[in-house]
């Protein structure tokens, strides 16, 4: 299974952007896919997730309001539209999948990994 991010890029911050990601490979089913995020020194840190079985969707308290999670599970493609993009939001991000029922929240939980897409916002 593979995991592509795509759609990063530098955006003024205010401004929007919308990240994609498919998965693609041997027949893939997931419980629940989510983005991830991560700066040089820093642990990867959770920003959203999806559930298949309910299309429940969860955030960080720090994108919530201003990112939206969705996608297609028959499809296997998420995207993540960012909204009132901030400085602190600069960071390479990552789409993960989980196959088995869990927490989507954690790091060490996910199943598969994407390559990662960098975000960059100017202030």
């Known amino acids: 299974v593979q995991l592509q991010a795509s759609g990063g890029g530098l955006v003024q911050a205010g401004g929007s952007l919308r990240v994609s990601c498919a998965a693609s490979?041997?027949?893939?089913?997931?419980?629940?896919m989510g983005w991830f995020r991560q700066v040089p020194g820093k642990e990867r840190e959770f920003v959203a997730a999806i559930s298949w079985s309910s299309y429940s969707t969860y955030y960080a308290d720090s994108v919530k309001g201003r990112f939206t999670i969705f996608g297609d599970n028959a499809k296997n493609t998420m995207y993540l539209q960012m909204n009132s993009l901030k400085p602190e939001d600069t960071a390479v991000y990552y789409c993960?999948?989980?196959?088995?029922?869990?927490?989507?929240?954690?790091?060490?939980?996910?199943?598969?990994w994407g390559k990662g897409t960098l975000v960059t916002v100017s202030s």
């Open positions: 993960a999948a989980k196959e088995r029922w869990g927490s989507l929240r954690d790091v060490k939980g996910m199943d598969y």
């Open positions: 490979g041997r027949t893939f089913s997931s419980y629940g």
